[in-house]
């Protein structure tokens, strides 16, 4: 919305002044609306956000300016106040700035001086539109960047818990309890683990609809596309050794978010690694990634 097309409102007991600033300001683009003193004000407040409330700050037989501005606050923080007094009221005009208006006009002022100070009213207001607005973006992302660092807390406590389970299991044993927790978390299609055989790459671990292929020979640049499925990823075991000790097989039918350096699925294949521990036959001489 730009700054002219943010709402006006005049509050003014004086039907010829709120009459002619109303004008006024509509001849220069505004969008401005009036009403005769500060209950009216309240009510229009309550049902839509002003960005500017241009008000007067005596206005007999109602509440006063100063008790609008309090009011106002209270009910829109970022509607932006401006007074308008005469020059025997000026101790209150400052009172008013006191108590949370943004300017004030004395009267008599011309139009030229109305619409220099709304444009900086609304400028303002404008301002402290995007300052909320940064302020609930970088609440948004602080709250969710601690709810990914507690996800990954968990995934943490968790996959330590498989590791320790593991080392007191079969080789077999501690790789079907790594690949069911790989299911439930990444939730593949198709899943596979290749460990070292005397003939290449020996199918160990095996899930889903498609068979893969029991042997792999060497892994050439696009292997995955043997394996059956319409995406498919192939992750190498290396640990922190030279020569990868074992191959991942992660299949889906469709498109999907998975990513082979999502920092979740990163940290589990680290601990697939400390689990199987690089154990096994002969590596496979001829690996190309």
């Known amino acids: 919305m730009s700054a002219l097309q943010d709402p006006i409102l005049i509050v003014d007991d004086d ?17 401005a609306e009036a009403v005769d003193g500060a209950r009216s004000a309240l009510e229009r407040i309550r049902l839509r956000h002003y960005s500017l409330v241009v008000t007067d700050l005596n206005m007999p037989g109602g509440p006063s300016g100063l008790e609008l501005l309090g009011a106002i606050k209270g009910l829109d923080p970022l509607a932006v106040c401006i007074v308008l007094t005469g020059y025997a009221t000026l101790e209150g005009a400052i009172r008013s700035l006191q108590h949370g208006a943004y300017d004030f006009i004395q009267k008599p002022f011309t139009l030229n001086q109305i619409e220099m100070v709304v444009s900086r009213g609304l400028e303002h207001a404008r301002l402290q539109r995007q300052v909320r607005e940064y302020q609930a973006e970088l609440e948004r992302k602080v709250m969710g960047r601690t709810q990914d660092l507690k996800s990954l807390y ?40 290749y460990l070292p055989g005397s003939a290449g790459w020996r199918l160990a671990y095996e899930h889903g609809p498609r068979r893969l292929p029991s042997n792999l020979g060497t892994l050439e640049v696009g292997w995955e596309g043997r394996l059956g499925y319409p995406e498919a990823h192939g992750v190498l075991l290396s640990g922190a050794g030279p020569r990868p ?6 299949g889906y039918e469709g498109r999907s978010a998975f990513s082979p350096m999502d920092p979740d699925f990163v940290l589990f294949l680290r601990h697939l690694e400390l689990a199987l521990g690089g154990a096994g036959g002969p590596v496979p001489d001829k690996v190309a990634s």
């Open 154 to 193: 968990q995934e943490a406590l968790a996959l330590c818990d498989l590791t320790a389970a593991s080392q007191r299991m079969p080789e077999q044993g501690s790789l079907a309890l790594f690949m069911e927790h790989l299911q439930a978390r990444w939730r593949p299609d198709g899943l596979g683990c």
């Open 15 to 31: 039907p010829e002044v709120r009459g002619s600033l109303v004008e006024a300001l509509l001849e220069r683009n505004f969008t």
């Open 245 to 250: 000790f074992g191959v991942l097989a992660v």
